[in-house]
């Protein structure tokens, strides 16, 4: 009976096989970190009064280096929704793309 209690808490206590108290939170702590740097950022862009479709079109086919039916997709999605998530990457490629945005003063958020 012993025997199986010490197999499924995973050694005796007094083996050599223990491990080291808090080695499994660093392990975990590390799995999480590594989780972070793989969850993808996202650039939101809001709806507002003062830009033309025609300048969001523009502008967002500037920033995200895609074609213009592609941008009047995400501008209409905009528009009819409030706000969109016009780009999904690396924080340091969404910090690029919302510059761009923000070139003419669009409203943007980062998310991560």
Request: proline share 3%; with cysteine; aromatic share 8%.
């Amino acid at each position: 009976m012993n025997d199986l209690l010490f197999s499924m808490l995973g050694s005796k206590p007094g083996s050599e096989e223990q491990e080291k108290p808090g080695t499994e939170v660093e392990v975990l702590e590390k799995e999480q970190e590594d989780e972070d740097e793989e969850t993808p950022w996202r650039v939101i862009l809001y709806d507002d009064d003062i830009h033309t479709f025609e300048e969001v079109i523009n502008q967002l086919m500037k920033a995200l280096d895609c074609n213009q039916s592609h941008a009047e997709e995400l501008t209409y999605k905009v528009h009819n929704e409030g706000k969109a998530e016009v780009y999904e990457g690396s924080f340091e490629d969404c910090f690029e793309v919302n510059g761009v945005l923000k070139e003419i003063q669009l409203v943007t958020e980062i998310k991560g």
